[in-house]
Each structure stands twice: as C-alpha cells, then as structure tokens.
C-alpha cells in the first residue's frame, strides 16, 4: 500500500481521532503555506505516523506541532530543527 496524500476530509475522519491535534497540524500547515514554505502532504504512513515534506525535509505531525507552540514555524527555525534532528540520527 503506498502513501498517498490525505485530504482535509480523510485527514477529519480516518487519521487523526483527537479533534485538537487535527486542528493544531492544519493551523501549522496553513501558517506554513502562507509564508510561501513549500509543504507537501500530511502523508500517512503505515505505522500511523503522520508525516510532512517540508521544504527537503520530512516532518512528523508531531514536530510539527512542537515547532508552532515554540513559535518556530518559519523556514530558517524548521531548517535548523530538521538539521539537529539530522546530526543526531546519524551521530
């Protein structure tokens, strides 16, 4: 089964149940597309994980999340959350 792009509607009804957390990543998305980031998704994958191509990164929801109540969801903030994520993954 491969991934494919979730739309608001499959997004309300099948991938995320908590009605808080879907409002929190489609706030998230929406700020994003507004700064002109190029986002694409959220994707599903098939461990449940919520997923975002950001810019040359992939996101999960749940950072995502975290980087919008730090108030840092603009594009220098993500390039340098995904990169310490990067450096850490491959240490």
Same mark, same amino acid.
């Given at each position: ?5 979730? &739309? ?14 879907? +409002?929190?990543?489609? +706030? ?31 996101? &999960? ?15 220098? +903030? ?5 990169? +310490?994520?990067?450096?850490?993954? &491959?240490?």
């Amino acid at each position: 089964m491969e991934q494919g792009q979730i &739309t608001s509607e499959v997004l309300a009804t099948r991938v995320l149940s908590n009605p808080e957390r879907r +409002a929190e990543i489609r +706030a998230a998305l929406r700020f994003m597309r507004n700064q002109r980031i190029l986002v694409a998704g959220p994707f599903h994958r098939r461990d449940g994980t919520i997923v975002v191509n950001v810019g040359k990164f992939v996101l &999960t929801g749940d950072e995502i999340i975290e980087l919008m109540k730090r108030g840092q969801i603009d594009a220098a +903030a993500i390039e340098t959350f995904a990169g +310490a994520l990067h450096e850490r993954d &491959t240490s």
